[in-house]
C-alpha cells in the first residue's frame, strides 16, 4: 500500500520537473520518521540542472553522497525525506 506521504511527495515532484523527463519514482523505503524515494530521469538532460528545481519544494543537495549519474537530496526535521535522483542510461 503506497502512503498519503509518498502520494504528496511524488506530486510535489511532478510540480518541479518536466513530467517527459520522469522516468519513473519509486518509494525504496519508509518508516515512521523517514522516506528514501528513487526518481530515474531521461539521459537527456544534464543531471546538475535538477538542483535547482528540487531546491523549490525544500530539498538541499547533498554533494558528498552523490556521483556524476546519481544526485542525493534531503529535506525535513522531524520526518526526513531523502532523494536519490539516477539518470537512465
Given at each position: ?26 518509494l525504496?523505503?519508509?518508516t515512521?520518521?523517514?522516506m528514501e524515494?528513487?526518481?530515474?530521469v ?5 543531471i ?8 523549490k519544494i ?8 552523490s ?5 542525493c ?14 539518470q537512465?542510461?
Open positions: 500500500m503506497i502512503s498519503s506521504k509518498f502520494e504528496a511527495e511524488c506530486h510535489a515532484i511532478n510540480t518541479v520537473l518536466e513530467k517527459d523527463e520522469i522516468l519513473e519514482i519509486n525504496v523505503h519508509e515512521e520518521t523517514s524515494i528513487s526518481v530515474v531521461t539521459p537527456d538532460e544534464y546538475q540542472a535538477y538542483v535547482r528545481p528540487l531546491a525544500g530539498y538541499s543537495f547533498y554533494s558528498d553522497d556521483t556524476i549519474l546519481k544526485l537530496f534531503q529535506k525535513g526535521d522531524s520526518f526526513q525525506y531523502r532523494l536519490y535522483l539516477t537512465a542510461n
